[in-house]
């Protein structure tokens, strides 16, 4: 008589299968996970499942595995971001690069794309970082040079805002202070540029207290500096900052920089300022003799042919002089071919100012003369 299995058996058996599968399937496959590359920050130790941006330090997530072969910075390290864009100013930007390399730090450049921009003279810069790539920076240098369009790039000031509020310093050179400007840092503060760009941000900013007398302004975190070579002034006040006078100074030695930080020199400061603009190319061509002076006073020869008569070259010179509210006071001849005008005025500083103009070897059209313009604090 044949035996029938009982009702139970398959279920039984479909059971054991299962379970021997169960034993021996493969591990399901691990969630990526990612991180933010290495960068010395508390960020370090966080982990995200999707790819993006770190919400800590803004830079671009990787995987774990691609982190793990990256070596973690040094905390002890500085970071030093040098923004750059088409038109940048070289020594806006590699003058600061040089001092902060030299003091030890990791300096590097970004924008806004990979791409190579064009200094204003001509030199091709290849970005090391995006803005989306680039690492927290412990200082931020925002050079000057043809700003206007990194003035009017949302991404720009959008990376300057972010940036600047987790940095320890940001710093602009030259007209760069027009950037920091534009993404609203500088409202309410004092802040400086170049010489000749200082009206311009007094009238476009009134939230700044523009200065003129100073090389660099200090605002604590945020700091300004004038025009170009001052950038590496700037930049060894903020080396100073970070690690000591000394070392600061040390650094500048090695360097072979003359750094003062006490000197005083501010070029917008200086007393040629009080001049009005005389366009003597229009009437002839001349060659610059001399032109110096302090903030007291200030000298200027020049000489040169003109096609004008000697007394319409004389009326011209006055003429322009005058626009700039000077009051001759008097006015000779005293030896054949010359002219002599003396004159006063109020300089821009409020205080009064004297002047002497002399226009020596006025023999005619196509003959050589010479043009002087001696000027000086009346008190």
């Known amino acids: 008589m044949k035996t029938q299995p009982s009702p139970g058996a398959p279920l039984l058996f479909a059971f054991l299968l299962l379970a021997a599968a169960a ?5 399901a496959a691990a969630e990526t996970r990612y991180v933010c590359p290495p960068c010395a920050s508390s960020c370090d130790t966080m982990t995200f499942t999707a790819p993006g941006v770190c919400p800590a330090c803004g830079m671009t997530l990787v995987e774990v595995s691609a982190a793990a072969a990256t ?3 040094d905390p002890a390290v500085k970071k030093v971001a ?14 600061p690069y040089e001092m902060f390399g030299a003091a030890g730090c990791d300096v590097y450049t970004v924008a806004a794309t990979k791409d190579p921009v064009t200094s204003a003279m001509g030199l091709t810069v290849v970005p090391k970082y995006s803005f989306a790539e680039a690492p927290q920076p412990d200082v931020l240098v925002v050079p000057g040079g043809g700003v206007y369009g990194a003035a009017h790039s949302e991404p720009t000031l959008a990376y300057v805002r972010g940036v600047t509020a987790r940095a320890t310093h940001t710093m602009s050179v030259c007209n760069g202070a027009f950037i920091l400007a534009a993404a609203g840092l500088l409202d309410g503060l004092s802040a400086t540029t170049t010489y000749h760009n200082i009206p311009k941000l007094a009238s476009q900013y009134p939230n700044i207290k523009v200065v003129e007398d100073q090389r660099y302004v200090d605002n604590g975190k945020i700091i300004t500096t004038a025009g170009l070579s001052a950038g590496m002034d700037g930049a060894f006040h903020v080396i100073g900052k970070l690690f000591g006078i000394g070392y ?16 005083g020199f501010a070029r917008a400061a200086l007393a040629d300022h009080q001049i009005p603009q005389i366009k003597l190319d229009d009437w002839g061509k ?5 032109t110096e002076g302090d903030t007291r006073h200030w000298d200027l020869v020049v000489k040169g042919t ?8 004389v009326s011209h010179v006055e003429e322009a002089l005058a626009s700039g509210k000077w009051t001759k006071v008097s006015a000779s001849s005293p030896s054949p071919g010359s002219h002599t005008s003396t004159w006063r005025f109020t300089g821009t500083d409020g205080k009064p100012w004297k002047a002497t103009l002399k226009l020596e070897n006025l023999a005619g059209e196509g003959r050589p003369c010479t043009a002087a313009l001696a000027i000086a604090r009346a008190g």
């Open 71 to 73: 070596p973690a910075a």
């Open 82 to 95: 040098i923004l750059v864009f088409n038109g940048v100013e070289i020594v806006d930007s590699m003058g």
């Open 23 to 27: 034993a021996f399937a493969w591990p």
């Open 286 to 290: 001349w060659d610059m003799v001399r």
């Open 248 to 263: 600061a100074q040390s650094v500048a030695l090695s360097e072979e920089y003359d750094w003062k930080p006490d000197a």
């Open 306 to 313: 003109t096609n004008l008569a000697a007394t319409e070259l």
